[in-house]
């Protein structure tokens, strides 16, 4: 589950989870957007290690604005509850349509490709783990035998207002210091890749619906799709340097893509239709494929 957040007035508190790749430490959650050219070679190999995030296709949960109170704490636990039990009955025909459908093994396939193609990154040695409740990042870079670790998590979800289906990942390059376990983390990014419905319906139950028929087939092509689309954009991302970022700021063209909003980095190289921005990170969108 990914809790998301909708804009809210002044007078109220805005809820937003942490990244759930690395909210497991305070450590792992910031550092910077690229990794400088002399930090980037690892002839010793780099230990990295890819966790999906999902065990099928997962949620993203809005909780919107509280007004802030004593209660507080419990406030958020009951919203975010309540609001998981919605959305994973909302759901249920689309998990039931992907029966069968193995987005997992899609998934680290998609990630470990896009890993061995950043021609720095020498992930040596790759693992892999389906169960992320049962491995911690920190276990993970104690136990990695290479000064820099990297970490990766991925999963594919839909999206609060079943508009789209969404592949993400979290990728992040940190440096292990000889003494009392001190962490450095030299680069933090989040990808997203988004396929659209077209013309879809404010109704929810109408979106799955459509998602969901035929055996989920316009699902398991946009799952396909986006994953696809994620491989392609982690060398992208991990190659970006200050400068180019920087540019980005003095672009022109802006355009609004998966919710978010900001300069765009190319129209159309995916079909008709799609583009990729950046906006605290890439983020690619596409068509659903009718």
Known sequence: MRILANAGLAAAVVLLALQPAF????KLTKGPPTL???ERAAPEGRAVQVVLD???????VEIGRVIPDTSAGSKIAALTSMAQREADVAIAPL???????????????????????????????????????????LDFIAIAKTPTVGLVRIGYYLSPDAT???ARADLEIVRKSGKGGAITVLVLQHITSAVLLDKPSFVVRENIARW???????????????????RDLIPRSFNLDASQIAAFSTATDMAQAAGRFGPVIERGTAGPGSVVIWSKGLIGVMPASN
């Open 23 to 26: 909210a497991a430490s305070s």
């Open 36 to 38: 400088p050219q002399q």
């Open 54 to 60: 999902t065990p099928q296709i997962g949620t993203q």
């Open 95 to 137: 998990r039931s349509a992907l029966e069968g459908y193995d987005g997992n093994s899609k998934a680290l396939d998609a990630a470990k490709a896009g890993l061995m193609s950043v021609s720095w990154l020498n992930p040596v040695p790759l693992e892999t783990a389906t169960q992320p409740g049962a491995t911690q990042p």
């Open 164 to 166: 789209r289906i969404e």
């Open 212 to 230: 969901s028929a035929q055996n989920g087939l316009l699902a398991r092509s946009a799952i396909d799709r986006s994953l696809g689309q994620l």
